[in-house]
């Protein structure tokens, strides 16, 4: 049977349709596309797609099962290793991870793993998520403070290995960045909160508004009785340029603007009591995933134009093709080599524009891409009524600066090895970007479960 060399296309939402609801863009694959992607796979047998896999999927065995129609078999195979299939399906860069090592992908495309994972989780969801069998109890008590993928991921595996864990997540529910950040239309919320069921029925303690470093710190949690702690508290500590105007009635944080939007569900607006205004010319400062998210989700509330401003090419642009894509698709317009030096106020303190300057690019910097330079005499005036800051977010510093002989980087991120997670603290763990820094959602997942091995072996030769 011949190769086919392009993947199964995903079928999707309309672009013009779309743009104006939050309903899910991405509308998954029918059995017959699924079966069609998986017959692509030619089962290799150096399997070099699982090195790309943080969490240690057994990739060609997963889509072999799905070959035979053994849906049940697939998804089985997939949660030997990841507790969130369904969210990683949809989220996960598989381009820059499992399919950036496929056999197949060096002349052809590769095959779409994440679109099969994606069917295999989304099978299991229709029918009903039955958890595994959890051994005896170890009579070990550990404290996973955040509820984000890497918490969520360190809290299912210490779980399922018969430890006793408590969750405790500072909002009024679980899930992190999967609930406030990434918006509705890429990641459904109760996907996510599907997945953060099959998480309790492992017998974990979730505790929402649950805010540790004020109702407890780390050191009190050990006092209390927990023998670990893991701390996967996030990024959420937005940043900002530092120019003048950052301050005017509507501007925003991209992780304000998506909060709102997301968790609060401003786009509900009356229903939910959470005003969001948003006006007719919004600017969205950056070109990461946040960034799309953000200019996309601003024409669904209501924005005639949306832009993404950002000082480097196209080239250079971080957010996933499929993202920047998708946010094209829509009429998203992209303003390049463009950066903000001031924003500016209508007489009433509401912004009415940005004072911008052209770039062009110099040599590759320490980030290996290509340095932005000013352009002498460039400015010029973007009239705009909204503008979004979306240029990258902080650890959240209430846990670190609330737990003493914990080390931090310069950063502020957690001090923690790589491979362990252990931090110079004894008994405290991290993990995901509060030791990274703003990275993936599947790198913060493996993260969480390398932490829950160590923690594991930890607690066995604990006396």
């Not at 974990?204 to 004020?214: C, E, L, Q, W």
Request: glycine letters at 10%; one cysteine or more; a negative charge.
């Amino acid at each position: 049977m011949p190769i086919i060399k392009e993947k199964t296309p995903m079928p999707s939402q309309d672009p013009q349709e779309r743009s104006r609801n939050f309903n899910e863009v991405a509308l998954g694959y029918t059995e017959e596309m699924a079966l069609k992607e998986a017959e692509r796979c030619i089962q290799c047998k150096n399997e070099p797609c699982r090195q790309g896999c943080p969490v240690e999927v057994d990739i060609p065995a997963f889509i072999l099962k799905m070959k035979e129609k053994d849906y049940d078999g697939a998804i089985a195979k997939i949660k030997e290793k990841s507790n969130l299939p369904a969210i990683c399906g949809r989220v996960c860069p598989q381009e820059s991870q499992c399919e950036k090592y496929c056999t197949l992908g060096k002349k052809n495309e590769p095959v779409g793993i994440g679109r099969l994972e994606r069917y295999a989780a989304d099978y299991e969801l229709n029918k009903g998520v039955t958890p595994p069998e959890v051994p005896a109890s170890t009579g070990k008590k550990v404290a996973v403070v955040g509820g984000g993928p890497a918490s969520l991921t360190a809290a299912a595996d210490l779980a399922r290995l018969g430890h006793q864990v408590t969750l405790f997540e500072a909002l009024h529910v679980a899930g992190g960045v999967l609930m406030y950040g990434i918006p509705q239309f890429r990641l459904p919320k109760e996907v996510v909160q599907t997945e953060i069921d099959y998480i309790r029925k492992l017998g974990v303690d979730i505790r929402t508004n649950a805010v540790i470093g004020k109702i407890s710190t780390v050191d009190e949690l050990l006092e209390q009785g927990y023998d670990a702690v893991f701390i996967g508290t996030g990024a959420g500590l937005p940043y900002f340029m530092d120019i003048p105007g950052e301050n005017l009635n509507g501007v925003y944080s991209a992780n304000e603007f998506l909060t709102r939007t997301n968790l609060m569900k401003g786009y509900k607006f009356p229903e939910y009591a959470t005003p969001i205004k948003v006006g007719k010319k919004v600017a969205v400062v950056g070109a990461g995933n946040v960034a799309m998210d953000g200019a996309r989700t601003a024409l669904r509330l209501g924005a005639e134009e949306s832009y993404i401003v950002y000082r480097r090419s196209a080239e250079e642009m971080p957010a996933r093709t499929e993202e920047i894509h998708h946010a094209e698709e829509e009429g998203v317009q992209f303003k390049l080599l463009t950066s903000p030096t001031e924003i500016v106020a209508t007489d009433d303190g509401w912004v009415k524009g940005m004072t911008c300057v052209k770039y062009e690019l110099g040599e590759p910097d320490a980030s290996g891409r290509r340095r932005p330079i000013a352009i002498e005499g460039s400015e010029f005036f973007m009239e705009v009524d909204t503008v979004v800051m979306a240029i990258g977010q902080g650890p959240n510093p209430l846990v670190p600066t609330t737990t003493p002989g914990m080390e931090l980087n310069k950063k502020g991120t957690i001090k923690a090895d790589e491979e362990s997670g252990a931090t110079t603290k004894e008994g405290v763990f991290a993990g995901g970007d509060i030791v990274t820094g703003a990275a993936t959602v599947i790198l913060a997942m493996g993260a969480g479960k390398k932490a829950a091995k160590a923690i594991d072996e930890y607690l066995k030769n604990k006396a």
